[in-house]
């Protein structure tokens, strides 16, 4: 019997409220397609997350649970972002914003016994040089927000510790209007659609190629 490819899973987000089409559908199917050519010897699995305060989180543990995966990377949008923004942290806190099923978070913690941050485990200061020597816009964010992204990052992060295995986890943000002629955000994109999926593919290579954080 041959022995089970190592995974990369990859995750982004359908629509929520104020964000009626969410670039991260389209981005992290087109990363994978190139992902799976530049990386052969590894299975690259996709999620398309619901952007539900139940739902999102139960997935991303459920994908993590089953796939055990070498790398689980997040891709959500942010309307401040002009290109990537790193998350280097996830909050054990959930803001009370309706998701797109309009319903608040059922607590204002993510989880009751769980820290109030966790650091996410993929080398988030060598991907920022990394995109940077490759003059991409990019920055480092201790921030994820308190809605469904850092949501997501937080309960990943979680589960990653409890598998048996090391997980190289992280969330990317990308701008929200990356990807559409015109957009309602106030940060104009200077992150354009071809840059997304080779800075991407960047991330994952810089996410391959370190040793898990200490």
Same mark, same amino acid.
């Given at each position: 019997?041959?022995?089970?490819?190592?995974?990369?899973?990859?995750?982004?987000?359908?629509?929520?409220?104020?964000?009626?089409?969410?670039?991260?559908?389209?981005?992290?199917?087109?990363?994978?397609?190139?992902?799976?050519?530049?990386?052969?010897?590894?299975?690259?699995?996709?999620?398309?997350?619901?952007?539900?305060?139940?739902?999102?989180?139960?997935?991303?543990?459920?994908?993590?649970?089953?796939?055990?995966?070498?790398?689980?990377?997040?891709?959500?949008?942010?309307?401040?972002?002009?290109?990537?923004?790193?998350?280097?942290?996830?909050?054990?806190?959930?803001?009370?914003?309706?998701?797109?099923?309009?319903?608040?978070?059922?607590?204002?913690?993510?989880?009751?016994?769980?820290?109030?941050?966790?650091?996410?485990?993929?080398?988030?200061?060598?991907?920022?040089? *990394?995109?940077?020597? @490759? =003059?991409?816009? &990019?920055?480092?964010?201790?921030?994820? +927000?308190?809605?469904?992204?850092? !949501?997501? /990052?937080? *309960?990943?992060?979680? @589960? =990653?510790?409890? &598998?048996?295995?090391?997980?190289?986890? +992280?969330?990317?943000?990308?701008? !929200?209007? /990356?990807? *559409?002629?015109?957009?309602?955000?106030?940060?104009?994109?200077?992150?354009?659609?071809?840059?997304?999926?080779?800075?991407?593919?960047?991330?994952?290579?810089?996410?391959?190629?370190?040793?898990?954080?200490?």
């Amino acid at each position: 019997m041959s022995e089970r490819r190592p995974t990369i899973l990859l995750t982004g987000f359908g629509p929520f409220p104020g964000v009626p089409e969410n670039a991260t559908a389209e981005l992290v199917p087109e990363v994978a397609r190139e992902a799976r050519k530049r990386w052969p010897g590894f299975h690259v699995e996709t999620a398309i997350l619901p952007t539900e305060w139940r739902a999102a989180p139960e997935t991303v543990v459920d994908l993590i649970t089953e796939l055990k995966p070498t790398v689980a990377l997040h891709f959500g949008v942010s309307s401040s972002a002009h290109g990537f923004m790193i998350e280097s942290r996830g909050e054990n806190r959930a803001r009370p914003i309706c998701d797109a099923a309009g319903h608040l978070p059922p607590s204002d913690r993510l989880s009751p016994e769980g820290p109030d941050f966790l650091t996410a485990s993929f080398p988030a200061r060598h991907i920022v040089e *990394r995109l940077r020597k @490759r =003059a991409l816009p &990019v920055s480092l964010s201790r921030d994820a +927000g308190g809605y469904l992204c850092n !949501a997501v /990052l937080y *309960r990943s992060l979680e @589960r =990653a510790r409890r &598998v048996g295995r090391p997980i190289r986890c +992280g969330f990317v943000h990308v701008p !929200a209007a /990356l990807g *559409r002629k015109t957009s309602s955000s106030p940060i104009p994109a200077r992150l354009g659609w071809e840059q997304a999926i080779s800075g991407s593919l960047e991330i994952i290579a810089a996410t391959l190629g370190r040793p898990f954080p200490a």
